[in-house]
């Protein structure tokens, strides 16, 4: 069980009971909301370590809600809507929102995507320290910028490092070739994004039994790459 407080703000209730469910079993407290007022209130009386947000909800919309409470904290939001359009996703994101999924939506990755954000919102120096443990043996200490496999140290450049400990850190998470330029290296980073590819097919070479068939990075055509283990 951990401290975690997670502010569900969803007007059908059968789907915030879902989203509760999954998320209690997780160990995460959970506080709902089924309006805009409601869930400022809520924020505000409460502490809360991160929003999964509808958009289209009474009294006040969602949008208002996430720049209300951007304004006054930098806890993470996932934005849950069937807004689908690239121009909404776009918009949620300036507002201040971390990230955004459409409805219909699995519950294991909204799972998925909220440890991720937990991860990189609160992390320390102990969580640092920790290795990223996967199947096969792979192990990757961020703190000390080394991987191995079976015990066995595997050689990665600097960039290489960056790679997979970006996509080893939000597991089960989509990143397109940009997200990854973005996370990896930041926004100055010169790079071509098709350079992503080769670093991939190289770092494949190194930690997969078979790089033609992947069980760590696997590609999802037209959008990006995924890690699973």
């Known amino acids: 069980m951990n401290n975690q407080t997670i502010l569900v703000v969803e007007d059908e209730k059968n789907i915030s009971d879902v989203i509760k469910a999954y998320l209690k079993k997780e160990g995460y407290m959970i506080i709902t909301a089924f309006n805009g007022e409601e869930a400022l209130e809520k924020f505000k009386s409460n502490h809360i370590d991160m929003v999964i947000l509808d958009l289209m909800i009474p009294k006040i919309p969602g949008e208002q809600v996430c720049s209300s409470i951007r304004n006054i904290s930098d806890v993470p939001i996932i934005m849950l809507t069937a807004k689908s359009e690239l121009e909404d996703k776009i918009e949620g994101l300036n507002i201040g929102a971390d990230d955004y999924m459409i409805k219909p939506f699995s519950p294991r990755e909204l799972i998925s995507r909220v440890k991720a954000l937990m991860r990189r919102a609160y992390k320390d120096s102990s969580t640092l320290a920790e290795k990223l443990r996967f199947k096969g043996e792979l192990e990757i200490d961020i703190d000390r910028l080394l991987v191995t496999k079976s015990g066995k140290t595997i050689d990665l450049t600097a960039n290489e490092f960056k790679i997979l400990s970006t996509l080893a850190s939000n597991p089960e998470i989509v990143l397109t070739r940009e997200q990854l330029i973005?996370?990896?290296?930041?926004?100055?980073?010169?790079?071509?994004?098709?350079?992503?590819?080769?670093?991939?097919?190289?770092i494949r070479q190194k930690i997969e039994e078979n790089p033609k068939s992947p069980e760590y990075i696997v590609t999802v055509y037209g959008m990006g790459y995924k890690f699973q283990g």
Do not use: P
Request: glycine share 10%; hydrophobic share 30%.
């Open 182 to 202: 973005q996370k990896a290296f930041g926004m100055d980073y010169e790079g071509f994004d098709r350079t992503i590819d080769t670093h991939i097919k190289n």
